[in-house]
């Protein structure tokens, strides 16, 4: 199966930096996934964990998100490429990534600007953007997606990670979802757990370029 699904997708249009990526999760079988991917030149990314939380609660508002209220701290959802490149700089310089990754999320995320499916946000302190993260709405579906938020080094610490967890959870909750769910790395996983998501089980990404 892996060999062909690796033959189909170099198959199609040969794309510059084109990437397959095979999610793993903890239960997924059979139980040696990983080594078989290993074996057809899969690399493993940082192991993230799946968080769900339920929106029939409430997530704690912290003291310090108030905050951010008195400290020229603004939350924007993108609407035009201005605000997407404001996006994309704070996501390049938050996850240390380089330009040609700036430019391939360019492309990816400049025509969903009007997909209802997708909101992307920006924190901008001082009329800066210093951080930024994505949700996904997708129709018909329970779950609402939370993605990429990341913070700039010298602004964390300041409560825009949760206050972003914040501004997507209301959005899912006046769109009709009853969850949200995140694939939380190392440094989202105890923030996350302190606003109550539930860890459910651990996720491996592997990616081979095409």
């Given at each position: 199966m892996i060999a062909e699904e690796v033959a189909f997708f170099r198959s199609l249009t040969p794309e510059?930096?084109?990437?397959?990526e095979w999610k793993v999760y903890g239960?997924?079988?059979?139980?040696?996934?990983?080594?078989?991917?290993?074996?057809?030149?899969?690399?493993?990314?940082?192991?993230?964990?799946?968080?769900?939380?339920?929106?029939?609660?409430?997530?704690?508002r912290?003291?310090?998100?108030?905050?951010?209220?008195?400290?020229a701290i603004e939350i924007r959802r993108v609407t035009d490429l201005r605000g997407l490149t404001d996006f994309l700089d704070a996501a390049r310089v938050a996850f240390g990534r380089d330009e040609s990754w700036q430019a391939a999320r360019m492309k990816e995320f400049a025509p969903r600007l009007t997909d209802s499916a997708m909101r992307l946000y920006v924190a901008y302190a001082d009329g800066q953007p210093v951080a930024s993260a994505r949700g996904e709405f997708p129709a018909g579906r329970s779950f609402a997606g939370l993605w990429g938020g990341a913070t700039?080094?010298?602004?964390?610490?300041?409560?825009?990670?949760?206050?972003?967890?914040?501004t997507?959870?209301?959005?899912?909750r006046r769109l009709g979802y009853r969850?949200?769910?995140?694939?939380?790395?190392?440094?989202?996983?105890?923030?996350?757990?302190?606003?109550?998501?539930?860890?459910?089980?651990?996720i491996v990404e592997w990616k081979l370029a095409l």
């Open positions: 510059t930096g084109r990437t397959l239960h997924d079988l059979p139980a040696d996934l990983g080594s078989r991917l290993a074996a057809a030149g899969f690399e493993p990314e940082e192991p993230e964990t799946l968080m769900v939380f339920d929106l029939a609660g409430e997530i704690p912290e003291t310090r998100d108030g905050a951010l209220r008195s400290a700039i080094a010298e602004h964390r610490g300041r409560g825009l990670y949760r206050a972003l967890v914040h997507r959870a209301d959005e899912a969850y949200l769910r995140v694939d939380a790395r190392a440094t989202s996983r105890p923030i996350l757990e302190r606003l109550g998501f539930i860890a459910l089980t651990r």
